[in-house]
């Protein structure tokens, strides 16, 4: 193989070949073939139809390019360190199949704009993939909150038991979160998709380049504005990065807690069979590995983004090929993304919800003491006083080891004459939930308008 650099021109001795191991990205970059073709297929037909190169050689360029495409695809294709990264790649292996003709294809381009639109391309698709992934866990989520508006379980703060709520409004609590993830990657989305190409390697280009057919072929809403930025930019791939290291968090939060209700001081959750692993040594072991995997790898998401944002940092004006480090914390990302998300879905579907337990949970600790207060108040006396009442009342409790609803009504009317009978009632769990009628709260209603405003939003 010619081992002749493109740029050798101006060269009079070759790279070091430590030098080139060095800087070559071909190893990670190849996974931007597609769009790498697909851009240049684009340019290739905007260069023909503009006249700035012949027809015959604007289609025979397509052709080329299309037919690299179907070799890459079948994995006839092997790419050469010699050259690099993806575009001299394919740019070489375009010139070894057509000829001359092949060297037509980068007029008006530079590589800075030529990985700036693959990259968008790359981003745009990532921010779908990693959308539809995070939709199947919301719906995943909302069919156990459909099946659970009545199984009451403990709320915590400081993860200290505080107020009853629904396992339906748990996950629910869980989809809202994945719900701004959707909104967010949408945005990421929305910041890749306008088109860079036309910058050249900073200053634009002499050549009377369509910028708006090649963004029309492409199915790019806008053209970035400025050459020198849109070569020097990486913002969207922040954007995505912060999409995802958001949406990690959350995950790594929910799955926090699924490890937590595994164990056997709550059992409040079984992870089926299916999603766990044992001990090589201790026989009664059952552990959420896959819980614990997708909590850790939130470690390497937010590692790509801290990264780049430094990579960015001290960058002057415009492309450097500091840059270049952008691409593997990008694909790494979207890696881990695509394999966290179907894990969890498929862990949170098989997982089995010890209702029980969780109801006898949130029977205990008091967690009925907020509607012991607001019960006060029903009947007149001050939310200040009410809560001193029944804090005198909970501490009491505790002192017997008693529930505030299993002390008979002459205890209760020791510490204020206004508990009748009628308390009894009103401090049931299912009443202290059900009370919370207020949208956004547990209450099964509330809960269900939650629930159809996430499947109106699942079917657009
Ligand atoms: N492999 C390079 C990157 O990923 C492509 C752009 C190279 N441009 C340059 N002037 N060296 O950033």
């Not at 012949?54 to 289609?59: K, P, V």
């Not at 010699?82 to 060297?103: A, Q, S, Y």
């Not at 745009?124 to 909150?145: E, F, W, Y």
């Not at 799955?255 to 056997?264: A, P």
Request: charge should be negative; proline fraction near 3%; hydrophobic fraction near 40%.
């Amino acid at each position: 193989m010619d081992k002749k650099k493109m740029w050798s021109g101006r060269f009079s001795s070759d790279t070091n070949e430590l030098a080139a191991g060095f800087h070559s990205s071909i190893a990670f970059d190849r996974r931007l073939y597609r769009a790498d073709i697909l851009g240049s297929i684009a340019h290739a037909k905007m260069l023909g139809a503009a006249g700035i190169i012949g027809q015959g050689d604007s289609d025979l360029i397509v052709s080329g390019l299309n037919a690299i495409l179907g070799d890459i695809e079948n994995g006839l294709v092997t790419f050469s360190e010699n050259d690099e990264d993806i575009h001299m790649n394919i740019e070489r292996l375009l010139t070894e199949r057509i000829g001359d003709t092949g060297k037509m294809l980068h007029t008006g381009r530079s590589r800075n704009d030529q990985v700036a639109l693959d990259t968008r391309m790359f981003l745009k698709q990532s921010c779908l993939d990693v959308s539809a992934h995070i939709k199947n866990l919301i719906g995943a989520l909302i069919t156990i909150a459909e099946d659970n508006l009545d199984t009451v379980m403990p709320a915590y703060t400081h993860l200290q038991k505080a107020q009853p709520t629904t396992l339906a409004h748990y996950m629910m609590a869980y989809c809202e979160m994945f719900f701004r993830d959707c909104v967010r990657f949408d945005a990421a989305f929305n910041a890749a998709d306008v088109m860079p190409l036309g910058s050249g390697a900073l200053c634009a280009t002499t050549y009377p380049l369509d910028r708006q057919m090649v963004a029309d072929e492409l199915g790019f809403s806008a053209l970035t504005n400025n050459s020198m930025d849109a070569v020097g930019d990486r913002d969207c791939v922040l954007d995505f990065l912060y999409a995802c290291a958001v949406c990690a968090m959350h995950l790594s939060r929910f799955c926090e807690e699924l490890i937590l209700w595994s164990t056997n001081e709550f059992s409040m959750v079984s992870l089926s069979d299916g999603y766990s692993t044992g001990s090589s040594i201790m026989p009664q072991k059952k552990n959420p590995d896959m819980a614990e995997l997708i909590r850790g790898k939130t470690g390497r998401i937010y590692g790509g983004l801290m990264a780049l944002l430094t990579v960015m940092k001290g960058l002057p004006m415009a492309y450097n090929k500091d840059m270049q480090e952008d691409k593997e914390a990008l694909f790494d990302a979207y890696d881990t993304m695509s394999a966290c998300l179907p894990v969890m879905t498929g862990m949170i579907e098989t997982a089995a919800w010890n209702k029980d337990t969780m109801k006898k949970s949130a029977g205990a600790g008091f967690t009925n003491a907020t509607d012991a207060a607001d019960y006060l108040v029903g009947k007149g006396m001050p939310f200040r006083d009410a809560h001193e009442v029944v804090g005198k009342l909970v501490l009491y409790c505790e002192q017997h080891g008693k529930a505030i609803d299993a002390l008979p009504l002459d205890a209760l009317q020791k510490l204020s004459p206004m508990f009748g009978e009628d308390v009894y009632d009103a401090l049931s769990l299912e009443a202290c939930v059900g009370k919370r009628a207020v949208y956004g709260g547990p209450g099964a209603d509330s809960v269900k308008k939650h629930i159809d405003k996430i499947k109106a939003f699942l079917k657009k």
